[in-house]
């Protein structure tokens, strides 16, 4: 297996020949890819919003955006700009300073999450051993800030709101921790770059979601219930909780908050590709193809058409799973509280449990496919 | 001195200084809901400094568990109380305090002295870092499989503890009778469930 371009190697090593020491040469490299990846997360954010806009338009028959650029494709930036120039409203009798860290909270568990997203075999911030264990704990932050953010707007709705959600992660986070155990436990490693080596080789026939198919369904369902996405979007229901936490929120903490959500869609999406779908491989191995046509794999014009194949690929299996997510909104029912918590102990816990033991089982047997 | 070792020396000071803070806060803070949420700030510092110390599995684990689980949960208790009382001022109450402070400072100045004190025997091996999860497991397996295999124990009795507590049967209001009854919860008398089989 080929290392592929290693970007990081090759920055430090051209700024130690230019005569720095190599601990300055990596300060100077560590914040090119952390900017890189928050450009890119916001990014996301807006085409996560715009497809959201378009799309549900489309279920709904209605054109949705379509004034301010092509297709109203930079609507949701202008939304953006407009949140930014709108009055930040701290209410009268609100707790101001955690009124202002919920927020903060609530995203910034997110966006550090992202140090784990690989694009490519050296395409991400760093290679963490704990990988995606750091996402689960990261994750887990983030009740803390919607209860903060609840109970300090000093409004019925919002504090129901913030325990709503709270629970709702608490809940849905042992289920999704089940599936990614699975997971790690074919891969023997936590590491978001191992467990997507083990799929490769085999193009779309070595990905996790034909050994792991329950697991996969029960991750899914568990991360759009983190994302508070529509069928569990109690913890916001507006015919029962005006809007749950954000109730009191406005202006740029208000646009805080929506940014976490759509942050944390795109990442969850991103997270099952790495996870179940084979990450940055394309369904028939670029290996296969080099070879068919007869160029050597380390040729460097092959390793830069790998690396943007292994971008694009990741980038459109994560898209197929946010559009997945939209479609899901604007068709299923909400579903209720009771329901919810039902599904998520009763139902998926066991189920969880049980993939894990059939897992551990099949290593056991079939260690060939199963990663002995 | 070089650059990481500048970094990991300003990195110390800044989490023991939010660690000792905001532990600080957590004692002398009026309102029980800052102190559970500086309780959370105590438990990321922390995981900072464990951190530092190359154990990245072990600050993981401490964010998921301290801050994920037990910190939402003392939250959750505290919102959850719908119980409004005003608070009797206490007599002398600067005696329980000066008494309080008196033994934790009593303490703190033992520990430190048998810190500073105590040789310690340091280790000249190469701290494990990353690969810290696989030795971790192989204790828990091998020489460390009681206290594990008794952790679970402990935590199996726990959760059967809460579900018992969660599936009471309370009476409605209007049953209540007596006062005697009104002291205990109001609960509905459950038979074993062997009893009630043997019935039918």
């Known amino acids: ?372 | 001195m070089n650059l990481a070792e500048g970094v990991q020396l300003v990195s110390f000071i800044i989490l023991a200084v939010a660690m000792i803070g905001a532990a600080l806060g957590v004692v002398l803070s009026p309102s029980v809901v800052y102190a559970a949420f500086l309780l959370g700030a105590v438990f990321i510092s922390i995981s900072g400094l464990y951190l530092l110390l190359n154990a990245s599995f072990v600050a993981a684990a401490q964010i998921l568990i301290y801050v994920g689980a037990v910190n939402v949960l003392i939250l959750f208790a505290i919102m959850l109380v719908n119980k409004r009382e005003d608070f009797q001022p206490v007599k002398f109450a600067w005696v329980r305090k000066a008494v309080t402070g008196g033994v934790c400072a009593g303490l703190f100045l033992l520990l430190g002295t048998t810190i500073i004190t105590t040789p310690w025997a340091f280790s000249t091996e190469t701290p494990i870092g990353d690969d810290a999860i696989y030795l971790i497991g192989e204790h828990f397996f091998s020489d460390f499989l009681l206290p594990f295999e008794l952790a679970s124990v402990l935590l199996l009795m726990a959760l059967i503890g809460a579900i018992v507590l969660a599936r009471r049967d309370f009476l409605p209001d209007a049953a209540l009778t007596s006062d005697i009854e009104n002291l205990k919860l109001p609960e509905r008398p459950r038979e074993l469930v062997s009893a009630a089989k043997t019935e039918q």
């Open chain 1, 1 to 372: 297996m080929n290392s592929g371009i290693d970007l990081q190697g090759t920055f430090i090593t051209s700024l130690t020949d230019l005569g720095l020491p190599p601990g300055l040469a990596k300060v100077f490299w560590m914040p090119l890819p952390m900017l890189l990846m928050i450009i890119g997360a916001t990014v996301a954010i807006l085409v996560s919003v715009w497809l959201e806009r378009k799309i549900s338009a489309a279920a709904q028959q209605r054109v949705g955006p379509e004034y301010v650029g092509p297709q109203g494709s930079l609507q949701p930036a202008m939304d953006g700009l407009k949140l930014i120039f709108k009055e930040d409203i701290i209410p009268g009798n609100a707790d101001s300073i955690l009124f202002t860290l919920g927020p903060i909270l609530v995203i910034l568990p997110v966006f550090i999450s992202f140090l784990i997203v690989p694009f490519g075999q050296n395409l991400l911030i760093s290679d963490v051993t704990i990988g995606v264990f750091l996402w689960i704990a990261l994750a887990s932050i983030q009740p803390i800030g919607l209860l903060m953010s609840g109970y300090a707007s000093n409004n019925k709705y919002s504090l129901l709101g913030g325990l709503r959600a709270a629970a709702q992660s608490i809940s849905y986070e042992i289920p999704l921790a089940l599936a990614v155990l699975a997971v790690v436990l074919m891969s023997n490693s936590l590491s978001t770059i191992d467990i997507v080596q083990q799929q490769s080789g085999y193009g779309i026939l070595g990905w996790n979601v034909w050994r792991q198919p329950v697991g996969f369904v029960i991750f899914w369902i568990a991360a759009l219930a983190e994302c508070e996405r529509l069928p569990f979007d109690l913890p916001e229901a507006e015919e029962e909780l005006v809007a749950g936490y954000q109730t009191e929120y406005s202006g740029m903490k208000f646009a805080l908050f929506y940014m976490a959500s759509y942050v944390n869609l795109v990442l969850s999406a991103l997270l099952v590709v790495v996870l179940y779908l084979g990450g940055w491989e394309s369904p028939i191995p670029v290996g296969f193809l080099a070879d068919l046509l007869g160029v050597s794999e380390t040729n460097s014009a092959v390793q830069v058409i790998t690396a943007s194949l292994g971008i694009l690929m990741t980038m459109f299996k994560t898209y197929l799973f946010v559009f997945l997510a939209i479609l899901l909104r604007w068709t299923t029912p909400r579903v209720r509280i009771d329901q919810l918590l039902n599904l998520g102990w009763k139902f998926l816990l066991p189920v969880a449990l049980a993939n894990l033991l059939i897992t551990a089982a099949l290593k056991l047997a079939f260690p060939f496919a199963f990663g002995g």
